[in-house]
T-cell receptor
Framework: ELKVEQNPLFLSMQEGKNYTIYCNYS?????LYWYRQDPGKSLESLFV?????AVKQEGRLMASLDTKARLSTLHITAAVHDLSATYFC??????????????FGKGTHLIIQP | DGGITQSPKYLFRKEGQNVTLSCEQN?????MYWYRQDPGQGLRLIYY???????QKGDIAEGYSVSREKKESFPLTVTSAQKNPTAFYLC????????????FGPGTRLLVL
């Protein structure tokens, strides 16, 4: 059974600081996704990571993937209040017969204070 | 505008009642998915479909049923067998291929009266 663990589950930080969210998964996977969810809203796709060593950046967010360690990180640089949200990582498998659903972590609730 | 629509936004279910949640997409995506989100939790996969007239159970399919008669539509029925249906239900779709992003609809909140 595939398990996805995120930590921390709750993070309060000040604007301007840097921090990293960690996502560990239990079995070999070929797809790692990061999503953002604002309160009461749906999920917004941030990154898709498909190979060992993959790194993607968008603004103040940077995601990386280490498939050997079964670890992905989401790094926040010089945080601003607008980045306050819940961040989910999700892991998927592609069976060859088609794209399967994703297994999600519990999410990291991030609050950025002025 | 291309996208995924879900209706209704809020749905109330009475004891013993079956209710159906609608999911429509005009993105020409092959694959569609249903997830359930409980407060403070991640999403859990209920059902998914890779092509029309075919679907597979996810991790928590008991008490739910789906159909995929059209490429654009993937309705979810919450049956009376689902004893704890109160949750936020999210529909997603994607192209059929390795590494394709799943895009999510706005969701339906189901509450039990």
């Amino acid at each position: 059974e595939l398990k996805v663990e995120q930590n921390p589950l709750f993070l309060s930080m000040q604007e301007g600081k840097n921090y990293t969210i960690y996502c560990n998964y239990s079995t070999t996977s070929d797809r790692l996704y990061w999503y953002r969810q604002d309160p009461g809203k749906s999920l917004e796709s941030l990154f898709v990571l498909l190979s060992n060593g993959a790194v993607k950046q968008e603004g103040r967010l940077m995601a990386s993937l280490d498939t050997k360690a079964r670890l992905s990180t989401l790094h926040i640089t010089a945080a601003v209040h607008d980045l306050s949200a819940t961040y989910f990582c999700a892991v998927g498998h592609y069976s060859g017969g088609g794209a399967d659903g994703l297994t999600f972590g519990k999410g990291t609730h991030l609050i950025i204070q002025p | 505008d291309g996208g995924i629509t879900q209706s209704p936004k809020y749905l109330f279910r009475k004891e013993g009642q079956n209710v159906t949640l609608s999911c429509e997409q005009n993105l020409n995506h092959d694959a569609m998915y249903w997830y359930r989100q409980d407060p403070g939790q991640g999403l859990r996969l209920i059902y998914y479909s890779q092509i029309v007239n075919d679907f597979q159970k996810g991790d928590i399919a008991e008490g739910y049923s789906v159909s995929r008669e059209k490429k654009e539509s993937f309705p979810l029925t919450v049956t009376s067998a689902q004893k704890n249906p109160t949750a936020f239900y999210l529909c997603a779709s994607s192209l059929e291929g390795f590494g394709e992003t799943q895009y999510f609809g706005p969701g339906t909140r189901l509450l039990v009266l």
